[in-house]
């Protein structure tokens, strides 16, 4: 499976963007992970092909943030209201190709989580 991130750029503090990633197969969870500067890639927000409660977002996003998808089109969305300069990051969209019942939806808060990972896009938030 392979990961096509778009919709990065540069936003104001306050206000808006809405990042796409398109997979090229069938996919189960998708994420979203970012990586500042000198810091460890950390997680942002994760959703199963069901949705609904198959979410988790990080509390640092939480009701600013919304994850959807569209299964028809293999693609995951990251929609970021209420930006802040430390949301400035380079996103990475992951996917796991495996159905895993059982597995709690907050297990995909990990890297090693998943299978598949995009090439990233940045996003930039100025003050």
């Given at each position: 499976v392979q990961l096509q991130a778009s919709g990065g750029g540069l936003a104001q503090a306050?206000?808006?963007l809405?990042?796409?990633c398109a997979a090229s197969g069938r996919t189960y969870v998708m994420g979203w992970f970012r990586q500042?500067?000198?810091k460890e890639r950390e997680f942002v927000a994760t959703m199963g092909r069901s949705g609904g409660s198959s979410t988790?977002?990080?509390d640092?996003?939480?009701g600013r943030f919304t994850i959807s998808r569209d299964n028809a089109q293999?693609?995951?969305y990251l929609s970021m209201n209420s930006l802040k300069p430390e949301d400035t990051a380079v996103y990475y969209c992951a996917a796991d190709a495996s159905l895993r019942p059982g597995y709690s939806i907050t297990y995909y808060s990990?890297?090693?989580a998943f299978?598949?990972?995009?090439q990233g896009t940045q996003v930039t938030v100025s003050s």
């Open positions: 306050g206000g808006s809405r990042l796409s500042a500067p000198g988790y977002y990080a640092s996003v939480k293999n693609t995951v990990k890297t090693y299978q598949y990972w995009g």
